[in-house]
């Protein structure tokens, strides 16, 4: 690493092969190379992918592969798996990955056992589920728990909520579980209507259990518990994910009721260990293993695949690839699958979050654009909202659809409607409708240039049998490795996240001149002032 990839020859050729590329419509490009439907798909574990609906040829494929080679990506995975800090600013090794090793592997970093850690943690987890399961872990008054209130915010809420809609259909234990993240207290309000405190159990999951939004619902949680069944209930209705025992002892959660993380799991890379605690009460300690053994299948994958046929690694470079040479600044992420609803909010914050940075690990500047925009809408609901502008708009945004082959349910045949759709969308996208075709339809002259359709609009479809525990790891796998390979080939450190903090720390700062009786003093700015003071009048302050 290190150096800046845009001065590389691989670059280079990478830029001139989009120019010969860029005038090209995918439809010459399947006329071109007949074969090409056949040979641009990939497996790796149960997920199949079909990219041959990039705007991509081998060629494109061959110099994607030697930028990654030039970024030195093999030698990048492999100082990750071996545990060296390759988070740089905060000097830390980067092992989710360690958090699904199998029980025999052997990983020492800074001389410390992770893989003893990891299943020493696994393992409590395991057998703290089992018994809210089986009923012999009860609330204070003896009831059985029922329910599960999971209180965090970004890594610590999004992986572990969007796992539990995606995962619901294993619930099998009687226990459902709700999630808390917003400071908003309507998010605490709505979440604890109805619910009977003597059979909740709260998870309050934060890392660094010192997260504003955290503490203070829990502390609403634990005021309306305290409220119910009084202070000693406590040990019995609330327990800890953190990696700060101190402040969890402080919060008054008795830290044997603690499961534990380390510095080298990055928040939106925790929820398949302690963070998932309230998903594997929800589903079981063996679905939750076999949600890692997927993790670990795609693990295996990225590590050892040769980059042409690794999955992540294509999905990475084919990221890089719209973004930097056809500077589509967007990617839709489009999972057919209404239990995978929460599934771009989670990629949000994982591939944001990590690959949003505008310095490269050594402090230089980026002289490229980092960091997709990730966004999405389960389809078909998506059809009916922003597909339009995917379709006809004048911008590129390449997508990620997602589907099953099997449903949980079939009603009326919907499944396979729903599939159709998918399948209509990536090849409308595609290949569009001309405009002699349209009028061809005895189409008024007037509105043909209305309903051309386009097309050369680039998606990836990743289609596997069926949503379950191993194929949402898989799948997860899959997203984390592609964000390190982008982030590797702009050569970014992917793992920190400063620019949160900042906002934070003002947050608090400014609290005070909203609710203070005396009238605010010191402001950031005149227009920060101004709606501050507006603020004010309108609560009559
Ligand atoms: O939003 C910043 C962030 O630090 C995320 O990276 C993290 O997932 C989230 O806040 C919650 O942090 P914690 O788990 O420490 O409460």
């Known amino acids: 690493m290190g150096g800046d990839i845009t001065q590389s020859p691989e670059w280079a050729a990478l830029d001139k092969h989009h120019g010969e590329l860029a005038g090209k419509h995918l439809r010459e490009l399947f006329a071109e190379d007949p074969g090409r439907a056949e040979r641009m798909t990939l497996t790796a574990g149960d997920l199949y992918l079909d990219y041959a609906k990039h705007r991509a040829t081998d060629e494109t494929i061959d110099l994607l592969v030697q930028l990654a080679e030039r970024a030195g990506l093999r030698d990048r995975i492999g100082a990750m798996f071996r545990g060296e800090h390759i988070n740089v600013s905060e000097d830390r090794a980067v092992l989710h990955a360690a958090l699904r090793m199998n029980r025999d592997a052997k990983l020492e970093v800074d001389g410390q056992d992770v893989i003893a850690d990891v299943h020493a943690v696994l393992d409590k987890m395991s057998a703290f589920a089992d018994r809210v399961r089986s009923r012999d872990w009860t609330g204070a008054t003896g009831k059985p728990i029922t329910t599960v209130v999971n209180i965090g915010i970004g890594g610590s809420d999004l992986g572990p909520a969007m796992a539990y809609e995606a995962l619901r259909d294993y619930a099998d234990a009687g226990i459902t579980a709700r999630f808390v993240s917003n400071i908003d207290p309507a998010d605490i309000t709505g979440n604890l209507a109805g619910l009977d405190p003597a059979s909740t ?59 534990g993380f380390w510095d080298w799991v990055g928040g939106r890379y925790s929820y398949d260990g302690a963070i998932g605690l309230s998903l594997m009460i929800a589903i079981g300690p063996e679905r939750f293993r076999e949600m890692l053994a997927g993790f670990h299948t795609m693990d295996q994958h990225f590590r050892t695949a040769p980059f042409k046929a690794n999955m992540p690694v294509l999905l990475g470079l084919l990221g890089v690839w719209y973004n930097d040479f056809f500077d589509a600044a967007t990617r839709a992420v489009l999972p057919y699958s209404q239990r995978l609803h929460r599934f771009p909010a989670y990629l949000q914050q994982l591939t944001m979050e990590s690959n949003g940075k505008s310095v490269r690990a050594d402090g230089t500047p980026v002289t490229t654009d980092t960091g997709e925009i990730f966004w999405g809408e389960p389809g078909t609901n998506g059809q009916h909202a922003f597909y339009q502008l995917l379709h006809q708009g004048t911008r590129l945004v390449p997508a990620d659809f997602i589907g099953f082959a099997e449903p949980y349910e079939d009603r009326e045949g919907m499944h396979d409607l729903l599939t159709a759709n998918l399948f209509a969308q990536t090849s409308a996208l595609a290949f569009g409708k001309t405009a002699a075709e349209i009028a061809g339809e005895g189409t008024a002259a007037e509105i043909v240039p209305h309903k051309v359709m386009p097309g050369n609009r680039p998606s990836s479809t990743i289609l596997a049998t069926k949503l379950t525990p191993s194929t949402l790891g898989q799948l997860v796998a899959l ?40 009238p605010p003093g010191d402001f950031p700015d005149s227009s920060t002032e101004r709606l501050v003071r507006r603020y004010r009048e309108l609560r009559g302050r």
């Not at 010192?210 to 119910?228: D, I, P, S």
């Not at 450190?493 to 400014?510: H, I, P």
């Open 201 to 259: 159990l709260v998870v309050v999951s934060s890392k660094t259990f010192t997260t504003l939004e955290t503490l203070t619902n829990a502390k609403v949680a634990r005021q309306w518990l305290v409220g119910a069944l009084g202070e000693d209930a406590v040990s019995q209705h609330f327990v800890a994910v953190s990696t700060n025992a101190e402040k969890v002892a402080d919060f008054g959660i008795d830290t044997a009721n603690m499961f």
């Open 479 to 518: 997203y984390e490795h592609m964000t390190f390979v982008e982030g590797t080939i702009w050569g970014i450190d992917s793992f920190d996240q400063w620019g949160v903090e900042l906002g934070k720390k003002m947050a608090l700062d400014l609290a005070p001149a909203l609710t203070s009786e005396e």
